[in-house]
């Protein structure tokens, strides 16, 4: 559909309001993991270049696939890396 920004911004929000709401109330999500994802897709936007958010994107997703995989201590094993691995960059 042709919009104009300021218009498909507003519509790309409600509509993510509409559907996280659907997903909620038909049981295929939780609200906190709506919450948080509102929260991810929000970072993304924030980030100041497009190639710090694909890093982010690769972070998180070793986060979920060890977090999966291990539960909680894969969770805070895989957060110990990334933190290593993001102090190590700037060092």
């Known amino acids: 559909m042709h919009t104009p920004n300021t218009l ?3 519509l790309g929000i409600i509509g ?3 559907l996280g709401d ?4 038909a049981g295929w999500f939780v609200t906190e993991c709506v919450l948080c994802m509102a929260a991810v897709g929000i970072g993304m936007f924030a980030t100041p270049s497009i190639e710090f958010a694909m890093g982010i994107r690769i972070f998180r997703l070793f986060l979920l696939i060890a977090t999966g995989i291990f539960g909680l201590w ?3 094993i895989a957060n110990i890396i990334v933190m290593a691995i993001i102090l190590k960059t700037y060092t």
């Not at 659907?22 to 109330?25: D, F, H, Q």
């Open 22 to 25: 659907l997903a909620i109330k």
């Open 8 to 10: 498909s911004t507003s």
């Open 16 to 18: 993510g309001l509409v």
């Open 74 to 76: 894969g969770f805070l």
